[in-house]
């Protein structure tokens, strides 16, 4: 099993924790897929704004249909979170 090196909650200090502290609000807890980027805070604030404007920005395609693509993807890829 892959090891990747993370900064814990108690542990994240300015823009990280900044971060982290957004996580909580949008989902309660902190996933792994956010604090797998944790060593590059700026990575990360991107990588959400990018997801955001992808998934909820000005698009042809509905909501439900970008998250019918990201699951298809995620599936075609092996992921299973």
């Not at 892959?2 to 542990?11: F, G, K, N, V």
Request: proline share 2%; with cysteine; aromatic share 8%.
């Amino acid at each position: 099993m892959a090891w990747i090196q993370t900064i814990s909650d108690e542990q994240a200090e300015g823009l990280l924790k900044a971060q982290y502290d957004a996580a909580v609000r949008r989902a309660g807890r902190v996933f792994n897929i956010v604090r797998v980027m944790s060593l590059n805070p700026a990575a990360l604030r991107d990588s959400i704004a990018i997801y955001r404007t992808f998934m909820y920005g000005d698009s042809p395609l509905s909501r439900a249909q970008r998250e019918l693509l990201a699951v298809v993807v995620s599936g075609a890829n092996g992921c299973h979170y």
